[in-house]
């Protein structure tokens, strides 16, 4: 058992002998237990040299091998939900070598990619796909007469979603031949106890059973032999909410509970199952964490680890609120003003800094977990009632609840404040980067959208959109700001209006939310005039209009795709307005970019000061040119 990252790598003469699964066949079963011991050490080392998802790893490192053992990898295929457990199975494919360039530019992918490896089946990062995917697998292996076993590892979080279950109906009524593997790891197991009794007193004990239990028996009571009838009442409930029979009902073969760390029984029950036809579901209790101290007492807090660095000097701005940090501070700030305001989230509590809400207003704090669906119409349906619904989202899980902002909420033109984290690029690459955000709601009627600069325009703005009546949204990105003093006063700022931050020569630089930054920095070098726009929607068209008469060149910047963004909505009004002027849109390319640092990835995109001078001196050049002057541009 690790208490602390170790710095050097450990001894691993097992696994060093593992450069495939074909390899890990090839050991006796007798020696998996010591290479499943061997992995989790590596793991646990690697991981602090790049920082990345580390909990979820450590508990299905036993798994991991298992699967890699029973079934003939990659011709059997291995569908991985989420993909924030499947550093084991990188290391196991032969990636071992490459695990320190997690995340890096050209290293390994933090989840499993189809162009990485033939062994990554399926590119994952948003959960609760794997059910689906691997249906569509098995299902297009019988097509074409192939004999390949199909697997799909999938936790009890991505089980909250309807995704999961839409598929699990699916497969049961298809009839292909699919197995399931339930990883839960919501609780440990106890020797003492017994993981099965401490599941199934958790299920029994719930409120739910309990108040139905109760409320039967008072009705029964009053019916002639009215204890039997109970007694056989009581015996179903335990068999509807038992989960065998859940699974049993929508036409899977359940299996399970069984310890996920005993590799052994792993092995002797995949053995078992893997040729039985049909969709079967295998039920696994696993240990979140498991091996490393820290992470064991605190599955959520040790979830993903942080690069361990050298001892130096402590950073002055690292004690600076992020923007999480801010909107946590102003939800509780607004929470006590306001008996309306209900906090919702998707299963991303500590992500969103929702911590402190939650804890001094629980009766108005809801996670409804990996969910964002629901999390949406459930609050267009508070805003009905006339309820303050705040909902808590990433960017880029946003995307997976856009037809109900548009049909629930927009359509109805409900009060419902979105407070989008996570905007812009991440390092851990396209399948979280919020990219997307901007195109896809500024093109919602009854939507005001803004990005903040700095952390008081969030604070503000928050509060802006909290009082404008009808929808908002306020999209910001991961991590600090430029470290501008936040007013514990809040002011609505008045929709749809900019703010001019310098007067320049020529150009004239439109920045969105986070680019204010940079430009600022380019318009200094340029003697640019530079506006912080604001509100994506609407326009300050008005000023809009002025600078457009005024200067050679206009220029948009924002931390989002290009095509359809906000550089787009300033284009469609020049272009509504018959006025002509030469416009850069600066953003991010129409491709995927791949993980990286975020400044590395700003930099690739043209969208750190030194590519947004370049884009306007090339430009510049350009319009100043012989033939330009001739054309008449």
Not at 46 to 57: E, I, K, R
Not at 80 to 89: I, K, M, N, R, S
Not at 392 to 412: E, G, P
Request: charged share 20%; aromatic share 6%; proline share 5%.
């Amino acid at each position: 058992m690790f208490t602390e990252i170790p710095l050097s790598r450990p001894k691993t003469p097992l696994l060093d002998t593992i450069s495939c699964p074909a390899d890990l066949r090839a050991l006796a079963e007798e020696d998996l237990p010591g290479l499943a011991e061997e992995l989790r050490h590596f793991l646990i080392y690697t991981v602090g040299q790049t920082g990345g998802h580390f909990g979820a790893g450590l508990g299905v490192v036993e798994l991991t091998v298992a699967l890699h053992y029973v079934f003939n990898t990659p011709d059997d295929k291995l569908v991985w939900d989420v993909g924030h457990q499947a550093y084991p199975h990188k290391i196991l494919t032969g990636r071992r070598e490459q695990m320190t360039t997690l995340r890096q530019r050209d290293g390994l992918a933090p989840f499993p990619m189809r162009t990485e490896s033939e062994y990554d089946t399926f590119g994952v990062g948003h959960s609760s796909t794997s059910v689906s995917a691997a249906l569509g697998m098995a299902i297009a292996a019988e097509m074409n007469g192939q004999q390949q076993h199909t697997v799909a590892v999938i936790g009890d979080g991505a089980m909250t979603a309807g995704l999961a279950f839409e598929a699990l109906n699916h497969a049961a009524d298809s009839g292909a031949n699919l197995l399931v593997i339930l990883n839960d790891n919501a609780m440990s197991i106890s020797r003492n106890v017994g993981g099965l009794a401490k599941y199934f007193a958790r299920i029994l004990s719930s409120r739910l059973y309990l108040s139905m239990r109760e409320g039967s028996k008072k009705l029964l009571s009053r019916i002639p032999h009215a204890w039997e009838l109970a007694k056989r009442t009581e015996e179903h409930m335990k068999g509807m909410v038992v989960p065998g029979t859940l699974f049993d009902e929508l036409g899977l073969n359940y299996i399970g509970p069984i310890d996920g760390h005993d590799i052994r029984s792993l092995i002797t029950t995949l053995d078992n199952i893997k040729d039985l036809k049909g969709a079967q579901f295998l039920h696994i209790v696993t240990q979140k964490g498991k091996g490393f101290a820290p992470a064991e007492a605190s599955p959520v807090g040790s979830h993903s680890l942080s690069k361990i660095e050298s001892k130096k000097s402590p950073d002055p701005a690292s004690n600076s609120p992020t923007y999480s940090n801010i909107f946590g501070q102003w939800l509780v700030d607004m929470a006590s003003i306001d008996d309306k305001l209900v906090g919702i989230t998707p299963a991303m509590r500590e992500g969103s800094d929702l911590v402190a809400f939650s804890e001094q207003f629980p009766e108005r704090y809801y996670d409804v977990a990996i969910a964002e669906q629901h999390s949406v119409t459930f609050a267009a349906g508070l805003a009905c009632e006339g309820a303050k619904p705040v909902v808590a989202i990433y960017s880029t899980f946003l995307q997976r609840a856009y037809d109900q902002l548009i049909h629930d909420v927009a359509i109805q033109d409900l009060d419902v404040l979105f407070a989008i984290d996570r905007a812009g690029l991440l390092e851990d690459g396209p399948t979280h980067s919020g990219a997307f955000d901007l195109s896809y709601l500024r093109c919602v009627p009854n939507l005001v959208v803004m990005a903040p600069s700095d952390e008081n325009e969030a604070r503000q703005m928050l509060y802006t959109g909290y009082c404008h009546k009808g929808p908002a949204a306020v999209r910001y990105p991961r991590g600090r700001g430029p470290g501008v003093a936040v007013a514990d006063e809040m002011s609505a700022l008045p929709i749809g209006k900019a703010r001019r931050i310098r007067e320049g020569k020529r150009v004239a630089l439109l920045a969105f939310g986070s680019m204010v930054g940079p430009a600022t920095a380019a318009a200094d070098s340029l003697d640019a005039t530079l506006v912080d726009m604001r509100f994506v929607k609407p326009l300050d068209e008005s000023l809009v209009s002025e600078v457009a008469m005024k200067h050679d060149l206009l220029v948009t910047i924002e931390e989002n795709v290009v095509f359809g963004g906000a550089g787009s909505g300033v284009n469609e009004f020049l272009s509504r307005e018959g006025i002509s002027v030469p416009v850069i849109n600066l953003g991010i390319p129409d491709r995927f970019i791949g993980h990286d640092k975020p400044a590395n990835m700003l930099k690739e995109c043209g969208l750190d000061a030194a590519g947004i001078e370049a884009s306007v001196k090339d430009r510049l050049a350009a319009l100043d040119s012989p033939a330009a002057r001739t054309s008449g541009f």
